[in-house]
Each structure stands twice: as C-alpha cells, then as structure tokens.
C-alpha cells in the first residue's frame, strides 16, 4: 500500500477549514504505524517547525513530546486503532526549545479502494487556560492540605515557577515595626533563601501597601532610585498585591519580579489575587495559633474569629473579630452551641463528614456558610482542633474562622475571565463553543440554527492612525450595536481582536439573511469617536444548522469560510456559505502549498531590468525583480504569489533568497567588469523582521560585493506603518553601508516629514505618473514637483515606467538622474540581460533618442 502525497478531496474539504492546525495521518508499509501526509500551516505558529518539517521526519511529533508526557500519549495514541478515537492533552516541545500545551483530537477514517487506511486530527493551544488551570489546582492542593510556614514556601515557590517569575516573596507587616516588611518566603532564581526583613520606604513594596496592586515594568531604578536591593537583582518587572485580613487591613505583600520587561494578564492578576486572599487567612490563622500559646492578649486582637467551646461544644469564649464578622456578642453565644450560626446550606452529611475528621484527625478545615445574627450569610474558612488532655482525652475545641468574601469574589472573577471578554462585556470563544455545542444537540439535527461571524474591514488602520484607545471605544460600540439589532434570544461574542459571532437558534435561511443585512447596515453607520465621523464597514459569514454541518467544529469552519469569501469579495456585504468555497480554498491551499515547494524545487528565478544615468545612458545598475515558473501552471503573475508569500510568511525566506541571488549575480557581473548596482525589493514583513539585516551583512560578505553595490527598495506604504523602531532599522542598514530607495513614490500618504526624517538616498517616482506625463499635464507637473522635491532634500530620483523616446526630453529638462523602463528593456534573466548589456553599451548612438531600444526584445510580462 502506498502513503497517498495529497488527501482525498473529502478529506481535505474537511481539514482545509479549521481554524486550528489540523494534520493527516496514513497507514505505512515500514516504520510507524502511521506516518503524517498533511500538515495546515497554523502549525508553524503554534510550534515554530513548518509543515515541511513534520512530512519530512516522521518521528518528529514523538521526539518533541514532554519526556513526563510521552509514556501516557504513546499509550492513548496505541488506542487509535482499536477504539477509532483519541482524544487528549500533553505538551510538545517548539522550536525554540519550550513547551507548549495541546489539545489532541484525532480520529480514525477505514480504507477505501481509493485511500489507505488515514486518520485525521486538530491540534488547539491551550498552553495560556492550562497555565491558569495549573495555577489553580496549586492553590487547591495547597489549601487542602498545608499550613502555616510550609504554605507560605510553596506559595510563594509554585506561584513563581508557574509565571516564569525569577523572585518571589511573601512579606508580613510587624505591629512593632509598622514600616517594616518580614519575609514569611521568599524564593530566588529556583529555590528559596533565608527570610529577612527591610524597610518599606522607597520600595514598590510601599506602593501596594496602600492597598493598591501594583505593576511597574521597564528601569525600576528611574522609580526607585533608593531601593538597592531591586538594582542589585536587575528588577526590570515587579507586580504586588496587598494581603488582607478580614477586615480589609493589609497584613502583607505578594510580590513577584523578574529581570526582564513583561505583562501581567488579567487571568494571572485574579489567581494572584485569589492566592493573596488565601495568604491573608493563612497569615491570619498561622498568627492566632501562635498567640494562642501565648497570651490571652493575643486572642483578644486576633483578626480572625476565633472560638472556643468545651468538649460537648458549648460556646465558652470567643474573640471581638468573632463577634464582629457574626454580630453576635459573647453574651449571647456563651452556653449554646455553634448551631446558631448554621446558615442551612449545609446538610447534616456535610457535619457528620467534619465531626469524623475531627474524632479521626483531631483537626479539620473547610469551607462552610453562616449566618450573622442579622440574618445575613457569608462565606467562611473555618479551621478547628481538638484540644486534649494527658490522657488523650478532647477537652476543648477551638475553630478559627475567617470571611473569605473576597476570596470567593474572585473566584467568580476567574470564571468570568473564563467566559467573557473584558473589553466588551461580551462572552468569548469558549462561551460561544460551549453554547454552540449545547444549542446543536437540542436542535437534533431538525430546527435550524444559525452562526453569524462578523469582521470589521480594515480595522488594523484604525489601530495603526488613530490609536487603541480609539480601536477599543469602537469595538465596544461595535458590541452595543450587535446586542441591539440581534435581540434576546441571539447570543453575541467576541471571539477575536475584531471578529464577533452571532449564535442565533430558531431561524431559518430568510431570517437570518435578514439579519446579516442590518448587522452590514448598523455597523456601517459613523461612529462619533473622534472630531470628524469615522465610518467602519464589515464582513458577515454565515452558516446554517443543518445544511453546513451538525457539529460545533464544522459549523465554525463554514462560516469562517464564508466570511473570509466575503472580505476577499469586496467586504461590506454578508455571504452564505456554499460548497464552491470550500473548492477555492482549497485551490488557494493547494497554491499555497505549491509556494512553499518552490524554493526546494528551484521555481523561482530573477529577472533584472536596466537603471539609466538620464543624460549619459550610462547602465548605473538593475532592479532585480522575483518571477516563478510553475511546472504546471506556467509563468504565475507576481501580483497572485506576492501577497500570498506576505500573508503566509514565506515572503522571508524568498526575500532571503532574492538577496542571496541579486549579490550573487552583482558579483558575476563585476567580474566581467560590469560595475553594476543592484536594488532589491523588501517587503515591510521583511523589513520589520530581526534576521534581514544579518541577511545583508551575509549576502554581502559572501559574494564579496562592497555595500554601495546594494540597494534596498522600500515601499512608501512601509515608512508609512508607524512603528517606533523604523528609524532605527533605516540606521541599521546605512551602517552596514548599503543604500536606500523609496518605491513607489505618490502612491501612498506621501510626506515631506519621513523624507527629511529617514536616511533615504534614491526616491523612485512612481511609474503611474511617468508613464502619463507625455500626454497629461497633471501627471507631467506631479513628476516634475517630486523631482525638485527630491532634489530639495539631497536625493537621487529615478523615472520608473519610461516607454517612449517622448519620455526622455521631458525627464532631462525637469533635472530627473535616472530612468528604468521599457523603453530601453523589460526585464530580462541574467544571461539576456548582461547580451543586452553588450549590445547597448556598442550601440548607444542608436540608442533611446535614435530610435533603437531594448524593449524591442520582447513582450511586456511585469
């Protein structure tokens, strides 16, 4: 049996969709069981290895599992074949050597005549839920079952581990020295150190105990200039918590710091703060336990409730915290038993389970409900012993209780964090799925249900010109506007940066293109957010239950087909999912696949197109310009494979490729003695990435070539982005020594600022203003400005797009230094180019203003 190099069609309908990285396995002859024949490029993302990667080595997916992992996972795995399914998660290792969590689903397809025997999964990341889960079932272990000291060491040491956090404390307040803090732990690059203590003064620790939480990132010192002990440890990021008692003191801090700059989500600020309230009880109980041996003093001003009743439980004394957070006085409670604070939640198990532990155990701890003398209940965190005596006999009991309000606040908080998006208000992608699943299972396949999924077109522009903050106030409106026009009986998330979903049950194909056109037409309507109107369209997918699937996953996947059909379509407009999408995108797939192929199968070559001194005709250098030979496909036009190459990531590595190529053919030509320049295209996601200027440092090193030998080609667009850091990357490369040109000149938001404020040496007029000149006036006296703008700031201009001998004596009146075109050549491979090269340097007499060109060679292809 053969391993089949492409899926089925089925089955590639299916894996093609998903939103997650999706993978197919077949049966092999030799080797494992199952070997991988597809790969989505998601992949990448989550992993750091490319498709190419995993088909390449069969065992890669094994190598890269968890050693602690790796027994259980092949162990489920093994079941695929009996039970048809596996279903887990584990951890696999990324490039950069971490791990990252996964969801593992993959299912098993029988053979066909047509196909071995396949199975097919999905991958999801779950490593930033998993990291707060874990962080979770800490605090639950811990809780239930350590106390005092050793609660505080592996609070502050589990905490620390879990974020990745290089130091952790957890300091108390002294009532001797109020203004000072006494570490009960503290942890220091992997393990735990001594306890000390230090004044408050001048510490970010000073700050949180105000009461405030508190994050600082960056040069701590510039903040704290005193605190010696955070410059010592190169604090670059400290984020604090007060601990508080049940009165809302603060008794201590939990601080966490770390020696680089990095956030604190708010899903780890709630476990924080979950954990600190834990730590406030502990700190609380671990203190009362201590004065109780000591003093009746210290029971008197514990902060806690303390009880104490005699061996049948009649109430002997209990503490003024006790009779604060109940409201009774201790006159009304000595003699009765702790009853009277039962609130009825609990059942009679619930005491019988307690009064077992405490016989068996002599101590127990718990959650319980009560009820304060006016009727009121709240939680409590009740902790009692038995007191005995010589002979082992239960003389007393003493329970310490504290008021973890707070504490189960927050755990509402977590769950919400869970459920909802933050910004809007709005349930999230879990919620959405969970809802989803739940709606599909009661429609049983019969009552139609409709997912709507909406994207704001060219809602990265807002971001980018007029800010997040801005960006933020209109998903919000956003948000308000979908509840309004959906109803009450439609469920609206937010499932991603700006793509919304609608779940709407109960209506069929009509209605629900009803509905899609008001949410096109409300969304539509200007925004007051800023002084001038700001209109946002969008995009709306949509899929029907049943006709595009009876699961959760596969109504997903049709309408975030649709949608992306409909933003590819034009946007501003709503699309119903069809069969012949799912056609396109597998043909867009199966281009995209043939991309990646085809620097491994050399597809791509180099065409290069002559750049003139205007006056001379002297060749000064080319434009080396990307062309790919398919082998089934012909020649593919760069205006199809371009973009594609920059929304999947590939353009790098072709970028990489062109540079190597260009410096490579430069280097031939000057050994031929031809000093030729060459300018080489970089996209803006070459241009933002780290590895571009090493790229040209390497480029340049191995073919030997000087800098002034390279240009870079940049477009308008890029200096236009908006980045902080383009300045700096523009310096970079003036450096290194290579020049800089500005393509494209007057296609974009063109300005006088960046031009004065970039190291740009050639401007490049746009060649839709060139080749016009001739015959309009407008574009001529556009050309002409942006000549004498550029001459204005010390720059070299070149003409792109001259065709005619008119061209000519226009440009040279109007002062342009250098032309390109096809008037003297389209662009040709090396071999034609360095013939033409030849030809022209011997026959410049007849050249451009004689009558004789280039561009007689051939047909235009750019």
Known sequence: MNIPTALPDDLRWVLDGSPAVTYALARAEQGPSFRPVFVSAHVEQLLGYAPVDWLANPMLWEQCLHPQDRARVLSNSARLQTDGWVDHEYRVRHRDGGYRWVHDRLRLLPATAERPEMAVGVWQDITARQRADNLLRTVSHLTAGVTGEAFFQALVRHLAEGMGMRYALLGELTRREPRRVR???????????????????????????????????????????????????????????????????????????????????????????????????????????????????????????????????????????????????????????????????????????????????????????????????????????????????????????????????????????????????????????????????????????????????????????????????????????????????????RVGGDEFALLVPERDHDRCARLARQLVEVVGQPYKLTERPLVVTCSVGVAMHPRDGNRREALISAADTALHYAKAHGSNHHQFHEPGMTAAAAERLHLENDLREALRRAEFELHYQPILDTRSLQVLGVEALLRWHHPEEGMIPPDRFIPLAEETGLIRPMGAWVLQTACAQAARWRELGMALSVSVNVSGEQFFGDELPRAVRDALARHRLPPEALTLEITESTLMHGSLNIEARLDDFKAIGVRLSLDDFGTGYSSLSYLKRFPIDTLKIDKSFVRDMVTDEHDRTLANTVIAMGHGLSLAVVAEGVESAEHMPLLRQAGCDRVQGYHFSRPLPARKLTEWLRAFRGNTASGPDGGTTGAAQGERTD
């Open 183 to 493: 570490t009960r732990a503290l942890y220091m690059d992997g393990g735990l150190v001594p306890n000390m203590s230090y004044n408050l003064a001048g510490t970010p620790c000073a700050e949180v105990v105000s009461n405030e939480p508190c994050l600082y990132t960056g040069d701590l010192s510039s903040y704290f200039p005193d605190d010696e002990m955070l410059h010592e440890m190169g604090v670059k990021t400290y984020f604090g918590v007060p601990i508080l008692d049940a009165y809302g003191s603060v008794t201590g801090v939990l601080a966490f710091m770390h020696d680089e700059p990095r956030e604190v989500s708010a899903t780890e600020r709630a476990v924080i703060s979950l954990f600190a309230a834990r730590a406030g009880t502990e700190l609380a109980r671990s203190r009362v336990e201590e004065q109780l041996r000591l003093t009746d003093q210290v029971f008197e001003g514990s902060r806690d409730a303390i009880i104490i009743t005699d061996a049948d439980s009649r109430i002997l004394q209990v503490n003024p915290a006790f009779e604060a957070i109940s409201g009774y006085r201790e006159e009304e409670l000595l003699g009765r038993t702790p009853r009277i604070l039962q609130s009825g939640q609990q059942g009679t198990g619930f005491y019988r389970e307690m009064w077992q532990a405490l016989n068996e155990n002599g101590h127990w701890q718990g959650e319980l409900w009560n009820r304060r003398a006016d009727g009121r209940t709240y939680p409590s965190l009740l902790s009692v012993s038995a007191v005995t005596d010589h002979q082992g006999e239960v003389t007393h009991y003493i329970g310490i209780a504290s008021d973890i309000t707070s504490h189960k606040a927050a755990e509402r908080q977590i769950n919400y964090l869970s459920h909802y998006d933050t910004l809007t208000g709005l349930g999230n992608r879990r919620m959405l799925e969970e809802e989803l699943d739940r709606v599909v299972r009661n429609a049983r396949g019969v009552r139609p249900v409709g997912l709507l999924f909406l994207d704001l077109d060219r809602f990265k522009n807002i971001n980018d010109t007029l800010g997040h903050d801005t960006g933020d106030q209109l998903l919000r409106e956003v948000a308000q506007r979908l509840q309004e026009v959906a109803g009450a009986q439609a469920m609206v998330c």
